[in-house]
């Protein structure tokens, strides 16, 4: 239930947000195309941003013993296009580098293609 709320307020809100364009073109091709890559963007743009989150989420909750290496960019060809992102390389208790956010999440150490897309 709560999903398919979510997707009403989104799509209401990208509605709001192309309508004139639509008015403007008068054809639905054109439109269909705009409204597509501009959507592809924006799920681009919401996967990178809750990944920056869940990763600052890690770094409020970081275990004992650990700390923050560097915040490094890591770049990913997803289902919607390639998106890059910041997360934290963290130092373990060990001395070992970490990027916890991309173990936790299921992507390979190096791997440019998400485990989505391939």
């Known amino acids: 239930m709560a999903d398919s709320i979510i997707m009403e307020r989104v799509a209401d ?3 709001e947000c192309f309508c004139a364009e639509l008015v403007k ?3 639905i091709g054109a439109f ?8 592809r963007k924006i799920a681009a743009g919401v996967l990178r941003r809750c ?8 770094v409020g909750n970081m275990p004992r013993g650990w700390s923050v290496h560097e915040r490094a960019v890591r770049t990913l060809v997803t289902l919607v ?3 890059a992102f910041v997360r934290t390389v963290f ?3 060990f001395g ?3 990027a916890l956010a991309d173990e936790l999440l299921g992507m390979p150490p190096r791997a440019r293609v998400s485990p ?3």
Do not use: H, K, P
């Open 96 to 98: 070992r580098r970490r």
């Open 25 to 27: 073109t008068e054809d």
């Open 51 to 58: 990944i920056e989150r869940f990763d600052a989420e890690l």
């Open 91 to 93: 130092r373990d208790e």
């Open 116 to 118: 989505g897309r391939s």
């Open 13 to 15: 809100a990208a509605a």
């Open 32 to 39: 269909e195309a705009l409204v597509a890559a501009a959507m």
């Open 81 to 83: 296009g390639e998106i």
